[in-house]
């Protein structure tokens, strides 16, 4: 198993960061190797830019802002995303990475003379893992239609091998979580990653963090 | 009502993007609007959201002042189109990003006793005008993130009387012919906006 984590959050002491840490146990515990994208750690640049957007068809030389991120999810077979659902969606940082490295010809194929359509690029990925917490209630965010679980479970879903495995799991109204309901969502990232994996690995419960950290 | 901020995201001028901006901002202001363009690139808008501003989140009014002059000309409007394109299934980052940090509580919605509640009222007229690289159908298939966003949240934190949501999909494939009928079709939208 070769996976790739995508971190995306500003606080390393949040919630988010206990849940990158669960996951990472896992996929160590379950002999995995594994890449972190950490996006607000390294810095990551969100803006597709003007010269890039002029380049974005030109293969493979769309590729050279973004080389090492395309390595990498060229090289997983396995896909991790840990953030936080903001205005029902990714935040910027996230969705900039989405808007840079899935490019032509590394996440899909453009239209041609033989194929009509735009065809999926990443199907070595087999297994697809989303995690998030949401200031929303789920209610709220099942009548919104879930934009940022859309985005990634459908969106870049389609890209990735058929019949992958996949897995989702949301902590909701996290203004008013509690250290109870933290530790619960834990438990059921934990649940998940087991599914993820295939079987369940022994892997440490991180300690839920403070209050202060919620998110 | 008089006062629209056209929101615009894409990184080139000679883009078809930009041609729709400029229909926009070209036609509401024939119309009588008075137009204020916010072309996030051109800007040079920061999208990234950072760890000061999200610990300071819920902070009204205090939370407004990394992006003040941003919130002072949204309040300012009464109208809001955004023209962008969808890529990935949403916006640019640099829009999402936008709303990100400008739609912070107080601005765009109030939290009152955890329920959230409308604040963006002052925006009667809520437009978007974008362009998908999928087909109709894939779009559907992917339950079309960027206009739920719209069409439910945003409609919602502004209870605006109109919203006009105007898409070309499948817009890599799309002839000359197809991409001056979608021109029209914007022009006229804004000509009744």
Partial sequence: ?215 | MTRALVVFAHPCDDSFSAAQKNVVVGTLGAKGWEVDLADLYAESFNPVMSADERRGYHTVPANTLPVQGYVDRLRAAQALVIVHPVWNYGPPAILKGWYDRVFVPGVSFALVDGQVKPAMTHIRKLGVVTTYGGTWWRTKLAGDPPRRLVSRAFRYTTQADKLVYLALYDMNRADHAKRADYLARVQQAMEQF
């Avoid at chain 1, 996230?94 to 999926?120: H, S």
């Avoid at chain 1, 690029?121 to 239609?145: K, M, N, P």
């Avoid at chain 1, 479970?153 to 203004?175: I, N, W």
Wanted: proline share 8%; aromatic share 10%.
């Fill in chain 1, 1 to 215: 198993m070769r996976a790739l984590v995508v971190y995306c959050h500003p606080h390393n002491d949040s919630f988010n960061a206990a849940v990158r840490d669960l996951v990472l146990a896992k996929l160590d515990a379950a002999g995995a190797e594994t890449r972190v994208h950490d996006l607000y750690g390294s810095g990551f640049q969100p803006i597709l830019t003007t010269a890039e957007w002029q380049g974005y068809l030109t293969c493979p030389d769309n590729c050279g802002p973004v080389s090492q991120e395309v390595a990498d999810i060229r090289w997983c077979d396995t896909l991790v995303f840990v953030y936080p659902t903001w205005w029902y969606g990714l935040p910027a940082m996230l969705k900039g990475w989405l808007d840079r490295v899935l490019l032509p010809d590394v996440a899909f194929v453009m239209p041609d003379a033989q194929n009509k359509t735009i065809r999926p690029g990443l199907q070595h990925i087999r297994r697809l893992g989303v995690f998030t917490t949401c200031g929303a209630s789920r209610w709220l965010t099942f009548l919104v239609g879930a934009p940022g679980k859309r985005t990634l479970t459908r969106g870049v879903g389609y890209l990735l091998k058929p019949g992958k495995r996949l897995v989702f799991a949301a902590h909701y109204l996290m203004d008013s979580s509690t250290p109870e309901s933290r530790r619960k969502h834990l438990l059921r990232v934990a649940a998940k990653m087991d599914r993820l994996i295939g079987r369940a690995v022994p892997a440490p419960i991180p300690q839920p963090r403070s209050p202060q950290a919620a998110e």
